[in-house]
């Protein structure tokens, strides 16, 4: 079994050259200082460091690049207090409460404890946490970051709510199994600064490796997935993000999600507006966008883009073949077609070619024709809103179609768009979309 | 051949950029408005009422505004359960929501003709006492000290009673009572009043209800009383409006 990516990159970066100041403060915006929670009165001592109130606004703007609300706030939940289930092949994993409550929450942590945590992967008692936690990555951050975010995170309600125990199958329950993982795939350490490169593109690398663990879905392997699956468990394929029918795509595959031939003003409106003339998110991304990446300012939005459009080709994965065009794929192809017409040409165009920032183009989008086909499916399946967010407050959007379309017609629309206007790519099988809507969650 | 004819009819059209030449895509046509905006919803909530493949898609146009947005806010924060809404509503903002809520109630559409009366004369007396009157010793108040004088709803939270199907009216009783997920946020005091109605009074009422004709002028009332108001917590959801 390969290790990781993410191990060789933290082994290549490991003590190169003097790290540049990268947790000097983001610019921090009015926007981020203005949502900052207030003070809490009684809890603190009356007379506050003149500072507390910018560290714990830096921390809370850092807090959402990390993205900690959206899994440890249950749907509809007080915020930060826990309760959401994550389904993995592992198990269900039920995010604890992070307020500063004494009881239920991490209201007796120290700012040492908060850094074992996010460094370490350890909880204040010394016992190791599941990567479910994506401490992998956020051990990336600088302790003057963490300490920032702590104190965002203790200057909080507290909520006093005890969530549910996490359910975890045996065997990934025991713990010297986890330590073994952790010893063999797990290496703390912050992010070293590559000196060849400018500040910015070392900025954008620090927040997407770190913070915004991106890597935590779209890489093909996650540590995860490879250790645990040499115990015996399930292999996940490619990036198909644990418990759920989404693939997140390769960043670093011109043929599924790679930016190295988008202009950078194109991935920060994508990151930070959910829409761009390419390509719309949808699903756990939207999610993310809307949660996290919309609050970033420019600067950092422009550093990320910047260096995930630097990251080189990695081997494409192999890619299911496209069909030959017998006569018989031609009689499915113009089902196909007669059903594109009458559900999907009016918002999609004749040609595939979509309306910039608002429907997505089909003709040439890469979402349309990679291999797994899960991703296209849900959307037909399910439809969708890209997220709302300031630069797109009422987003368009697709119905779902679960209701309207048989599996057989699902596919053979699916086969066409997938080889229509240039594109080319395997056929979509009734079975396929039958499995999707099984596992839809 | 074929090659050559297609680079003949991409000349033609480059040279005289003629409109409808088989290469050109015709545009799409994406009005900024909401009526664009909401296509994905009205693939269920079109003109009529109708039976889905999997469930009793209601009619939403007309409905008070205040009482839309509470249920979309439901249905995305999984307080009223419908798979596929919440999906739709995953990532959207409460100020979207309100402005979706604000189309539909000023959206107007024909009612359906009445249902036909399939009730018993009991069942008739049943449905009227506890509309006109209520049941004092359950706490049940008449259906009209809320839902209006004509029945036709109270703004801007509580809906209107006549026009609804009356399949949609049991299965929204059956949810009340089986507790549990639906609608537990905003309203409880119909879910109170819900639990308190047998299965008997709850399917006499909604056959009753389904078989009145709706008033010409069918706009909502205003103006609930205190005891109503405070009875439904409505002071709480006024500030979740603009």
Not at chain 2, 118 to 143: H, N, Q, Y
Not at chain 2, 221 to 242: K, T
């Amino acid at each position: 079994m390969k290790p990781s990516l993410f191990i060789v990159v933290s082994f290549l970066l490991t003590g190169l050259g003097v790290p540049p100041d990268l947790s000097s403060a983001p610019a921090v915006q009015e926007k981020a200082v203005s949502a900052a929670p207030a003070p809490q009165t009684g809890a603190k001592p009356v007379a506050k460091a003149a500072g507390a109130g910018l560290l714990e606004a830096r921390g809370a703007y850092l807090a959402r690049a990390g993205n900690c609300m959206g899994c440890h706030t249950a749907q509809g939940g007080r915020p930060y207090a826990g309760g959401r289930s994550l389904s993995t092949p592992f198990g269900t994993f039920v995010t604890p409460n992070i307020t500063p409550d004494k009881t239920t929450g991490i209201g007796r942590w120290s700012a040492d404890d908060f850094w074992k945590a996010m460094h370490e992967g350890k909880s204040r008692d010394g016992r190791p946490l599941y990567p479910a936690f994506p401490y992998t990555e956020y051990t990336k951050v600088t302790r003057q970051d963490s300490d920032a975010i702590f104190s965002h995170l203790q200057a909080l309600p507290p909520v006093t709510q005890n969530n549910p125990p996490s359910r975890i199958k045996a065997p990934y329950n025991l713990q010297p199994l986890l330590s073994l993982w952790r010893t063999v795939y797990f290496k703390p350490g912050v992010y070293q600064a590559e000196p060849a490169k400018s500040a910015e593109w070392n900025r954008g690398a620090y927040l997407v490796q770190g913070l915004g663990h991106c890597s935590a879905c779209h890489e093909e392997r996650n540590p995860l997935t490879g250790t645990w699956s040499i115990e015996g468990g399930e292999t996940l394929e490619g990036g198909q993000i644990m418990g759920s029918n989404w693939y997140a795509p390769a960043l670093t595959s011109s043929l599924e999600a790679g930016l190295t031939e988008w202009p950078v003003e194109e991935i920060v409106q994508l990151l930070t507006t959910g829409v761009s003339p390419r390509a719309t998110t949808s699903g756990p991304m939207a999610e993310v966008v809307r949660h996290s990446l919309q609050h970033l300012t420019k600067e950092d939005a422009r550093a990320m883009a910047v260096y995930l459009k630097s990251l080189p080709e990695s081997k494409p994965r192999p890619k299911a073949n496209a069909p030959a065009l017998t006569e018989q794929v031609r009689g499915w192809l113009q089902q196909g077609a007669d059903i594109y017409k009458q559900h999907c040409q009016d918002c999609h165009g004749d040609l595939g070619q979509g309306v910039p920032g608002i429907y997505p183009p089909l003709a040439g989008n890469r979402s349309v024709t990679m291999t797994p086909p899960v991703n296209v499916i849900r959307s037909v399946l399910n439809g969708g809103y890209p997220p709302s967010t300031a630069g797109n407050q009422r987003p368009y959007g697709m119905p779902p179609f679960a209701q309207v379309l048989h599996d057989g017609e699902v596919a053979l629309v699916l086969s066409y768009v997938r080889n229509a206007w240039g594109n080319r790519a395997s056929l979509v099988t009734t079975a396929q979309v039958d499995r999707s809507r099984e596992g839809m969650h | 051949m074929t090659r050559l004819f297609v680079a003949a009819l991409i000349y033609v059209a480059g040279l005289a950029s003629a409109p409808g030449v088989a290469i050109a895509a015709n545009s799409v046509d994406a009005p900024d408005t909401m009526a664009e905006r909401m296509k994905p919803c009205t693939i269920c909530h079109g003109r009529d009422e109708k039976t889905g493949r999997d469930a009793y898609y209601p009619r939403i146009a007309g409905k008070p505004e205040g009482y839309l947005f509470n249920q979309l806010r439901n249905f995305r924060d999984g307080r009223r359960y419908y798979r596929p809404m919440a999906l739709l509503l995953e990532n959207l903002s409460d100020q979207y929501l309100r402005d979706m809520a604000h189309y539909f109630s000023t959206l107007k559409q024909p009612y359906p003709p009445p249902e036909p009366m399939a009730s018993t004369p009991e069942e008739i007396k049943l449905a009227r006492k506890l509309i006109d009157v209520g049941d004092a010793a359950r706490k049940i108040p008449p259906c009209r000290e809320c839902h209006g004088r004509e029945l036709m709803g109270t703004q801007p939270f509580i809906p209107g009673l006549l026009g609804l199907p009356r399949a949609y009216m049991i299965a929204q009783f059956g949810a009340w009572r089986s507790g549990g997920l639906m609608r537990r946020q905003s309203m409880d005091c119909m879910s109170e009043i819900a639990k308190e109605l047998t299965v008997k009074e709850a399917n006499a009422v909604a056959a009753w209800l389904a078989a009145q004709p709706v008033p010409a002028h069918t706009g909502s009332g205003v103006g609930l009383s205190a005891e109503m108001s405070r009875r439904c917590n409505i002071a709480q959801l006024e500030e979740a409006l603009p």
